[in-house]
């Protein structure tokens, strides 16, 4: 008896924008008596390939119209695909209708995502939303009980391997496959338009939040190894994990993929050659330098020890002398926007150290969203762009900071948007000394980041994320060694702080913007 879930493909309806991989997989179906329906230049390719094809129109009796906007919009398309083969009520309806039953159907979507990323106008991304075709592949997938579908060229290897292996018939697991595939692919494609429409508008958060993200990959675990986990990726374009390609080194795990991240934002914020090391999400070094080894050197001496096993993000080509000094400690990940060859080779030696490569950098005053899930629902976000330039600070103290304590107040600042809050920021020569991050005081942070820094924290200036709430944040800061200080200001106690610092003798200058990050 045969088996009453192997389905034979005698039809097969083929529209397509992306001809990859067609023409060999058209000529499987053929080699398996299957009959091809087309529509316009799907048809002509596989016309012109040598196979023999019928027109939808031939099928519908009536010509494509409205410049190809209806073309497969019609019974005689949507009878075949939706009869429910083992319900006689159906066959008959469609048997008496003159309606030949489609077994397969072969759709891709009209290149929406891509039209919007060239920067087309208005009129041109409208007619590139592609309504025929979501249709086609909603009905096949619904009918997948009799009907296999393909959204993707990808889809293809699978069909013609069950095919050969089945004699001509696919079997249910497959069309449920590609029918949860079809259904992702067509509410993929919708969360699409509506975004680029919500953009149109300026709604920067529209009444309904539509997410779309194809996987890129299933990991071995989430953040321990009882959780599960799998990296998803959108269609934006800003460089970084999400789009850079891993040269060489073992599988990315969740944790390694949130602190490159982490780290790889950080370093975008610095024009000049900056290196940043990352651990658990937070940087414990960071430094600017005239070349990336200087910085390399300026950001280990920040936490050596907490620097083992840590993440490195470089924001310019990475060069053999930088690599050869990273090379002497064990990292988890290296991100670059470039690897130079010398350097690879050096990198190759380490055969477990992932290696990834962005092709340029993000721009850190990009606007943008974030997005945190709660039980239950999302909390969304415009990305913190906030940059602080010399012209904004506000000196309160009776001492104005000097020129190099102005330079290292502004890099202590754009460190700390970067330090989980409570967040504190010592830093020397344009290099972290101390980092205090995540403490519920943020005097906490202080004495943290002090114990850090140790006595290199003498000459140092000192950042904070929020302000400080009493004087005894910045009084255990100067009682370190800082010379200077950056901070939001706003406190109801920002008298008493600032009278701590006159009292001290240390310049403070107020930024009027907050750098909170949960």
Not at 54 to 70: H, I, N, Q, S, W
Not at 308 to 329: H, M, Q, W
Request: with cysteine; proline share 4%; net charge neutral.
């Amino acid at each position: 008896m045969s088996d009453p879930r192997l389905r034979p493909v005698r039809r097969a309806l083929i529209s397509v924008s992306d001809k990859a991989g067609l023409i060999p997989f058209a000529r499987t179906l053929v080699r398996h008596g299957v009959a091809l329906v087309s529509t316009g230049g799907t048809a002509r390719a596989l016309a012109e390939a040598g196979l023999a094809v019928g027109e939808v129109a031939a099928t519908t009796k009536f010509p494509e119209m409205l410049d190809g906007r209806v073309k497969t919009l019609h019974p005689a398309i949507h009878g075949g695909i939706l009869a429910k083969r083992d319900e006689r009520a159906h066959m008959e309806v469609i048997a008496k209708h003159g309606i030949a039953p489609i077994d397969l159907v072969v759709v891709n979507l009209y290149p929406f995502a891509a039209t919007v990323a060239r920067g087309a106008d208005f009129d041109d991304c409208v007619e590139n939303i592609d309504i025929g075709g979501p249709s086609l592949i909603r009905a096949a997938a619904k009918n997948h009980d009799d009907v296999a579908v393909a959204t993707d060229p990808a889809d293809y290897d699978a069909i013609a391997t069950e095919l050969d292996a089945h004699k001509g018939t696919t079997t249910l697991a497959l069309r449920r496959n590609l029918a949860q595939r079809a259904f992702a692919r067509t509410a993929a494609y919708d969360a699409e338009i509506a975004r680029w429409f919500a953009r149109q508008s300026d709604e920067e958060f529209p009444e309904a939040l539509i997410l779309a993200a194809a996987r890129k990959q299933l990991l071995r675990y989430g953040e321990n190894p009882h959780q599960h986990a799998a990296f998803y990726v959108g269609n934006g374009a800003r460089k970084g994990v999400a789009t850079a390609h891993q040269l060489q080194g073992k599988e990315l795990s969740y944790n390694n993929l949130n602190d490159t991240d982490a780290a790889f934002e950080l370093a975008a914020e610095f024009t000049e050659p900056a290196v940043v090391i990352v651990k658990h999400a937070n940087p414990c070094g960071v430094a600017v330098a005239g070349d990336l080894r200087a910085a390399w050197d300026k950001a280990l001496a920040s936490d050596p020890v907490s620097a083992f096993g840590g993440i490195v993000a470089v924001n310019r080509p990475l060069d053999r002398a930088t690599a050869e000094a990273i090379g002497k400690l064990f990292m988890e990940v290296v991100i670059a926007p470039t690897v130079d060859d010398a350097a690879l080779a050096v990198l190759k030696k380490k055969t477990a150290l992932r290696v990834l490569t962005t092709g340029g950098m993000p721009d850190p005053s990009e606007p943008g969203v974030t997005l945190k899930s709660l039980a239950g629902g999302y909390l969304v976000q415009s990305r913190d762009a906030g940059r602080v330039s010399e012209n904004e600070l506000k000196t309160v103290t009776k001492r104005a900071p000097t020129r190099a304590e102005i330079a290292d107040l502004i890099f202590a600042f754009r460190v700390c948007k970067h330090v989980k809050s409570n967040a504190i920021v010592f830093a020397k020569g344009g290099a972290t000394v101390g980092v205090g991050a995540g403490q519920m005081s943020r005097i906490d942070s202080v004495r943290i980041a002090a114990q850090k820094g140790g006595a290199v924290i003498a000459g140092a200036v000192v950042a904070s994320d929020a302000f400080f709430p009493f004087a005894d944040g910045l009084e255990a800061a100067i009682a370190a060694g800082a010379t200077a200080a950056i901070q939001p200001g706003g406190s109801v106690r920002d008298a008493e702080v600032i009278a701590a610092a006159d009292t001290a003798g240390i310049a403070m200058v107020f930024t009027g913007m907050r750098h909170f990050r949960h």
